[in-house]
């Protein structure tokens, strides 16, 4: 994300509800219907295409593409691995052992990444900084990894599909962005799939030995 815009990089983290639901198939056994990955499709277009349009187009791929679409599947199965443990153990649980278990590397990049762009941030990137150690990265987590725990994991995962919506929205909210009506349609599109998507009916998953 320091090498590219966000709007760009925004159209790559759309294709990562499809990514997670792929990755609940392959680590959690789930066996989605047929009507299921259509919508997916479609909603992955159909996201795609909102967060190009926000962008101003697609634009031509790039080496920092390929480290988005790495992150996306990093994304992916992290997402998928937490929620088969969030039933063994718990939502907050899983965050917090995860991050307990990640924090001497992390301590290590921190003390590097100091001692080469030293702390100058004033209020309020400090109080950015707050809010998304503590609430998207930690207390959101409670609530997601309980719905992927529940699951079934790749129907909950295309609640994702409305994020550059919401996005865009809270930048109109706080940002005084402006609201185009091409923009509203779209976004109406984008949660009418994952709406679908979510509500299809299931087949159980697949289950070995007794």
Known sequence: MTSTAASHGAVVIALLPATTAVMAVLRGRERPVKSFWLLT???????????AIQAGGFG?????DLLLFGAVIAAA????EGGLMARE???????SWALVLASPVMLALTIY???QHPLNGG????????????????????????????????????????????????AVLLLGEHL???????????????????RVKQRSPIRLGR
């Open 60 to 64: 031509s791929l790039t080496s920092t």
């Open 123 to 170: 209020p309020a990137q400090w109080a950015s900084f707050a809010y998304l150690g503590i609430v998207s990265m930690y207390l959101g987590f409670f609530a997601w990894y309980r719905g992927l725990g529940i699951g079934p994991m790749a129907q909950v995962s295309q609640i994702q599909l409305t994020q550059p919506v919401m996005s865009l929205l809270w």
């Open 113 to 115: 990444s100091m001692n």
């Open 180 to 198: 185009t009506l091409a923009t509203l349609l779209g976004g109406i599109g984008v949660f009418v799939f994952a709406g679908l998507a979510v």
């Open 41 to 51: 499709v479609l909603g992955a277009l159909v996201a795609v295409t909102f967060a």
């Open 77 to 80: 199965v992290g997402y998928t």
């Open 89 to 95: 153990i718990g939502a907050w649980q899983t965050i």
